[in-house]
């Protein structure tokens, strides 16, 4: 008897759900996208809730298990999964788990707040007819520019995040990244620095990505 696809609930476009879809590309599992517009309110209706009880996405369903949060997803699917796609994606021994870890709290807490509002900002605001808040974005700005100088340093001595094979510590990464260098001029935050440019063209140019950009664009 085939097993059901895991399930993924909402809009591709999502940042959280983009790196969940992402997650799964690289593992090789197939999954069932569950498209829920936000627009109309799906996230907010009683069934929902009972996946994801803050009203947000993505939920996951996999059998009779039920998860909310797009890295706790991740982390999932890298562990039950872990022989299957790219099996480093998680680490294969404590101490590298350690070292993804520490940089998926990294992008958690130090890129994502800064990197996700300037994503709204600068992308979403404008498409939803919202004024842009300039002293908000060039206060992010400069959040984003101390946390990009970490990170030029730290890639010029190791290939990827977390050490020489890409995992998800540079997976996170993908969504708010190319909102920002496809769909604002703020590329040059990126291509600018010489190893954060190069990191940049060799993790968004993975065909699991280029599959998820695909999704996005349908």
């Not at 369903?61 to 998680?90: H, M, P, V, W």
């Not at 709290?105 to 808040?133: C, G, H, W, Y």
């Amino acid at each position: 008897m085939a097993t059901a696809p895991v399930k993924v609930f909402g809009p591709p476009l999502s940042t959280a759900v983009s790196r969940v879809l992402v997650c799964l590309l690289e593992k090789d599992v197939p999954f069932q996208l569950v498209p829920i517009s936000m627009a109309k309110g799906e996230h907010k209706k009683p069934d929902y809730l009972k996946l994801q009880p803050f009203g947000q996405v993505p939920a996951f369903q996999d059998d009779d298990i039920t998860l909310f949060e797009s890295r706790a997803i991740c982390r999932y699917i890298a562990e039950k999964y872990a022989n299957k796609g790219t099996t480093g994606l998680y680490g294969t021994n404590p101490l590298v788990k350690a070292s993804i870890d520490q940089w998926l709290e990294a992008e958690s807490q130090s890129f994502n707040p800064p990197s996700s509002i300037l994503t709204f900002q600068l992308v979403f605001a404008p498409r939803m007819k919202l004024k842009q808040d300039e002293a908000l974005i060039k206060q992010n700005e400069a959040k984003l520019v101390k946390v990009l100088d970490v990170y030029e340093n730290r890639l010029g001595s190791s290939r990827y995040l977390a050490g020489d094979e890409f995992t998800m510590a540079d997976l996170s990464h993908l969504p708010n990244t190319q909102f920002l260098v496809e769909k604002t001029d703020r590329a040059e935050l990126f291509t600018s620095r010489k190893n954060v440019g190069r990191w940049w063209t060799e993790i968004s140019t993975r065909p699991s990505w280029k599959k998820v950009v695909e999704m996005q664009n349908v």
